[in-house]
């Protein structure tokens, strides 16, 4: 038996200001899965999905729904940074993000952008 994953996944752990972090990324047919977090756990579920544009912009504008957990601006705006450059990249697929963050500062969130891209399966 084969000890090969059927799905493109990668892991990764580090400190990102003082705080310990994992991410966990994992590419399916349709969409790509990345989990962050601060504290062991998944956290809010949030849908971050490209919009098509008419007027023919150079990078869709990305629509984020939260499934599961708080709902207030913070949790959109850091999905959005977190994970807009993964769904470019894998050729504008939707993103699942799981986020369960201690730290949502703007040097955390670039932080954690650089750890995302360290685990890119897309």
């Known amino acids: 038996m084969a000890s090969d994953s059927i799905l493109a996944s990668k892991q990764a752990e580090e400190v990102v200001q003082g705080v310990p972090t ?3 990324c994992t590419a399916f047919g349709n969409m790509i899965l990345v989990v962050v977090t601060q504290y062991g756990k998944m956290g809010t579920l949030i849908s971050v999905e ?11 504008l990305l629509t984020t729904k939260v499934l599961l957990g708080k709902d207030e601006p913070l949790v959109h ?12 990249e894998a050729g504008n697929k939707p993103v699942l ?6 730290d949502k500062s703007i040097e955390g969130v670039r932080m954690l952008q ?5 685990c890119r399966v897309w």
């Open 114 to 118: 650089e750890v995302i891209s360290r």
């Open 77 to 88: 705006i850091c999905a959005k940074h977190l994970v807009s450059s993964v769904s470019q």
């Open 22 to 24: 994992q991410v966990v």
């Open 50 to 60: 490209p919009s098509v544009v008419a007027d023919n912009l150079s990078r869709p």
């Open 97 to 102: 993000l799981a986020m369960a963050l201690k």
